[in-house]
């Protein structure tokens, strides 16, 4: 069973930075990649980045991220860190760390969620 911990939310003002990590628990080897995601009030969640376990890091972004996000990983910690620098308003969100495994045709394992508020 997989298990997904965030944390690293908060309030911070326009053009502040924050990172958000994203620890893992279970059977790392079936691991095939881990991702951010993002849900604003009233809004559907949207993807933000998301990056593969092993090998060579295969790294996808949403375009309203690029630039201004990296996701990134530490695999002897089963952790993925997002980077996040000159956070806009509309950045404010609930952003949750996924997992997809070699098993899955999509993201079948998710975390609580942590509130990431940004203020003008």
Same mark, same amino acid.
């Given at each position: 069973? =997989?298990?997904?911990?965030?944390?690293?939310?908060?309030?911070?003002?326009?053009?502040?930075?924050? @990172?958000?990590?994203?620890?893992?628990?279970? @059977?790392?080897?079936? $691991?095939?990649?881990?991702?951010?995601? &993002?849900?604003?009030?009233?809004? +559907?969640? +949207?993807? =933000?980045?998301?990056?593969? $376990?092993?090998?060579?890091?295969?790294?996808?972004?949403?375009?309203?991220?690029? @630039? @201004?996000?990296?996701?990134?990983?530490?695999?002897?910690?089963?952790? =993925?860190?997002?980077?996040?620098?000159?956070?806009? =308003?509309?950045?404010?969100?609930?952003?949750?760390?996924?997992? &997809?495994?070699?098993?899955?045709?999509?993201?079948?394992?998710?975390?609580?969620?942590?509130?990431?508020?940004?203020?003008?």
């Amino acid at each position: 069973q =997989v298990q997904l911990v965030e944390s690293g939310g908060g309030l911070v003002q326009a053009g502040d930075s924050l @990172r958000l990590s994203c620890t893992a628990s279970g @059977r790392a080897f079936s $691991w095939y990649a881990l991702g951010w995601f &993002r849900q604003a009030p009233g809004k +559907e969640r +949207e993807l =933000v980045a998301t990056i593969t $376990w092993t090998g060579g890091s295969n790294i996808q972004y949403a375009d309203s991220v690029k @630039r @201004r996000f990296t996701i990134s990983r530490d695999n002897a910690k089963n952790t =993925v860190y997002l980077q996040m620098n000159s956070l806009k =308003v509309e950045d404010t969100a609930v952003y949750s760390c996924a997992l &997809r495994t070699i098993y899955q045709a999509s993201y079948g394992y998710w975390g609580q969620g942590t509130q990431v508020t940004v203020s003008s």
